[in-house]
């Protein structure tokens, strides 16, 4: 099926550990994102690619890192876990930034770091 | 910059009664707005979207909402709640000078049998 797809479902990290969050897309779109996911806050943004080969960051990127392998892939990695790194993770895509389109979501990382 | 306030972080209604959960923006251009709903441990699904052309705006599953520019909000309704609405609701904002959606912190509904 079309659509977002992450890997792994589920992690628990221990604290300083390292660890890459894989994202990809088969919907030819232009942008991803990811965001975390916390309770009472919503999701928040923490690096986004607005096309093939740029990066940038979102309201939240400390503590992570970002690749853009192609432009179906792009990467989350946490170089030293936290346990404030706890939470759920989505990536997601869009046609284009600016767009009236949305994003489709992936189905989430639950990460947890001990 | 855009940003999104969603009133009450929980709500709950009885079987077959309206469901209102009301969403206010803030926006510098004219706003793209979006709600999704997301079902316990899923991912988030797109319900409806405003981009500019009719203010009332139907999406899936019998929900609706309407753009109301002079109270800058975007409040999502449903007739008559239905148990499968049990989910979290996130409203949302981007705008054509941006590539990023703000989304705020959230709905909870829970439907009474």
């Known amino acids: 099926n079309a659509g977002v797809t992450q890997t792994p479902k589920f992690q628990v990290l221990k604290t300083g550990q390292s660890m890459t969050l894989q994202c990809a897309q088969d919907?030819?779109?232009?942008?991803m994102y990811w965001y975390r996911q916390d309770p009472g806050m919503g999701l928040r943004l923490i690096y986004y690619?607005?096309?093939?080969?740029?990066?940038d960051k979102g309201e939240v990127p400390n503590g992570y890192n970002v690749s853009r392998l192609n432009k179906r892939e792009f990467s989350l990695r946490l170089e030293s876990a936290a346990p404030s790194q706890t939470s759920v993770y989505f990536c997601?895509?869009?046609?284009?930034?600016?767009?009236?389109?949305?994003?489709?979501f992936g189905s989430g990382t639950r990460l947890t770091v001990v | 910059a855009q940003s999104v306030t969603q009133l009450g972080s929980h709500v709950s209604v009885s079987e077959g009664a309206l469901v209102l959960l009301r969403c206010n923006y803030s926006?510098?251009?004219?706003?793209?707005l979006f709600w999704y709903v997301q079902y316990p441990n899923q991912g988030l699904q797109l319900l409806l979207k405003?981009?500019?052309?009719?203010?009332l705006v139907k999406g899936i599953n019998g929900f609706e909402a309407e753009f109301k520019k002079s109270e800058t909000s975007f409040h999502l309704t449903k007739p008559s709640a239905h148990m499968s609405d049990a989910a979290e609701y996130f409203c949302?904002?981007?705008?054509?000078?941006?590539?990023?959606?703000?989304f705020g912190a959230g709905t909870t509904v829970t439907v009474r049998a």
């Open positions: 997601a895509s869009s046609l284009d930034g600016g767009n009236p389109y949305g994003y489709t």
């Open positions: 919907m030819n779109h232009n942008s």
């Open positions: 690619s607005a096309s093939e080969g740029t990066t």
């Open positions: 926006s510098s251009v004219p706003p793209y």
């Open positions: 405003y981009t500019s052309a009719a203010t």
């Open positions: 949302a904002v981007s705008d054509s000078n941006d590539y990023k959606l703000s």
